[in-house]
């Protein structure tokens, strides 16, 4: 990778802090917010799409069916995403959920924070960006500014955009502050996100690459993911 140089880290640039409604309809290409998905989607799309996964038939197979159930699952809490195309909240007929398909990168972390980047599968390891201030995001080395700026040392972003069909619950809230001022709002600003479109589109060209040169590593990598499951 090219060496990056920040200007948030240089002292260029002064972060700035959002105030936005949290319940906001319209969701901008930048912000932060909640959804109920899980880390595993992203992967298991990625993999399923590689080169060289339909050459083992069963392996493949698991990965439909992984996502399949998936789909279906609600989980326990929302994680943050990031916001890639701006979306608006649109009301259904019968229902009064909203319907969504919003392109997002999800955010998180592996091993509720525990496990070290060395030890993520080779998969994890090529698409996730550190997000300020896990350790990993040191000068030189591409790295995600969020204003305000994420208490949580072990986040990242997962450089593998969905489609999510689920709702988008609200937008991350910042550090609780001025209990009398509006809250503010976990946001990427325009630089940043055109650094994180060129960071996805590289890294899938790479991956793409590396599953073309050797027609097994889709599924090496398949199965490695699964077996460890630590996302």
Same mark, same amino acid.
């Given at each position: 990778?090219?060496?990056?140089?920040?200007?948030?880290?240089?002292?260029?640039?002064?972060?700035?802090?959002?105030?936005?409604?949290? &319940?906001?309809?319209?969701?901008? !290409?930048?912000?932060?917010?909640?959804?109920? +998905?899980?880390? !595993?989607?992203?992967?298991?799309?990625?993999?399923?799409?590689?080169? %060289?996964? #339909?050459?083992?038939?069963?392996?493949?197979?698991?990965? *439909?069916?992984?996502?399949?159930?998936?789909? @279906?699952?609600?989980?326990?809490?929302?994680?943050?995403?990031?916001?890639?195309?701006?979306?608006?909240?649109?009301?259904?007929?019968?229902?009064?959920?909203?319907?969504?398909?919003? @392109?997002?990168?999800?955010?998180?972390?592996?091993?509720?924070?525990?496990? =070290?980047? *060395?030890?993520?599968?080779?998969?994890?390891?090529?698409?996730? $960006?550190?997000?300020?201030?896990?350790?990993?995001? !040191?000068? %030189?080395?591409?790295?995600?500014?969020?204003?305000?700026?994420?208490?949580?040392?072990?986040?990242? $972003?997962?450089?593998?955009?969905?489609?999510? #069909? @689920? /709702?988008?619950?609200?937008?991350?809230? %910042? =550090?609780?502050?001025?209990?009398?001022?509006? =809250?503010?709002?976990?946001? /990427? &600003?325009?630089?940043?996100?055109? +650094?994180?479109?060129? !960071? /996805?589109?590289?890294?899938?060209?790479?991956?793409?690459?590396?599953?073309?040169? &050797?027609? %097994?590593?889709?599924?090496?990598?398949?199965? *490695?993911?699964?077996?460890?499951?630590?996302?």
């Amino acid at each position: 990778m090219p060496c990056f140089t920040c200007s948030r880290c240089t002292g260029a640039e002064k972060p700035s802090s959002t105030i936005l409604s949290m &319940d906001s309809t319209v969701y901008s !290409a930048g912000f932060i917010c909640a959804v109920n +998905e899980s880390l !595993a989607i992203p992967f298991e799309n990625m993999l399923l799409r590689s080169p %060289g996964i #339909k050459n083992n038939r069963r392996v493949q197979q698991q990965g *439909e069916r992984n996502l399949n159930r998936l789909a @279906r699952c609600k989980f326990s809490k929302c994680r943050p995403c990031v916001i890639l195309s701006s979306t608006t909240i649109v009301r259904g007929n019968s229902v009064s959920e909203p319907i969504m398909n919003t @392109r997002v990168c999800l955010m998180g972390t592996f091993g509720n924070g525990q496990t =070290p980047y *060395e030890q993520l599968p080779r998969i994890c390891q090529h698409f996730v $960006i550190p997000i300020r201030p896990n350790p990993r995001s !040191a000068p %030189g080395g591409l790295h995600i500014h969020v204003s305000p700026e994420m208490t949580n040392p072990n986040q990242y $972003i997962i450089g593998i955009p969905i489609y999510t #069909k @689920r /709702i988008i619950e609200r937008t991350w809230p %910042g =550090p609780v502050g001025d209990p009398y001022s509006p =809250p503010m709002v976990c946001t /990427i &600003d325009q630089e940043s996100l055109v +650094e994180l479109d060129e !960071a /996805i589109q590289e890294r899938i060209s790479q991956w793409d690459g590396m599953c073309r040169a &050797d027609p %097994g590593f889709a599924v090496e990598c398949a199965v *490695e993911y699964r077996v460890r499951c630590i996302a």
